[in-house]
């Protein structure tokens, strides 16, 4: 994914990704990479994702902000909580 993201920004020129790609990336960003322990959904969370509060989510938060951003819709990428991709990754 790494690679096919490197190409999409620079093109064709891209030799892509070194085998040290993740050490050198995880030493840049040492700050800002914790470790947390995830705790599991609590039920009237679960029992409030309906499709009319997802809707509203998604047209009064989502949408604006990726308008507003000019994020193209080929950029956006689908995670749930746990960080894991959401349906096929294509990978």
């Known amino acids: 994914m790494g690679n096919v993201l490197l190409k999409g920004h620079v093109g064709d020129i891209a030799k892509g990704l070194g085998k040290r790609w ?10 800002l990479i914790v470790s947390k322990w995830t705790s599991p959904l609590k ?4 029992l409030s994702v309906t499709k009319k509060s997802t809707n509203h989510w998604f047209l009064s ?8 951003a ?7 990428y ?5 960080g894991f991709p959401l349906g096929d990754s294509g990978c």
């Open 43 to 46: 039920a009237i969370r679960a």
């Open 78 to 82: 689908g995670m749930d909580e746990t």
């Open 61 to 68: 938060v989502v949408k604006p902000l990726i308008v507003d």
């Open 22 to 31: 993740v050490d050198l990336m995880l030493g840049r960003q040492q700050r």
């Open 70 to 76: 000019g994020i193209e819709p080929h950029n956006i």
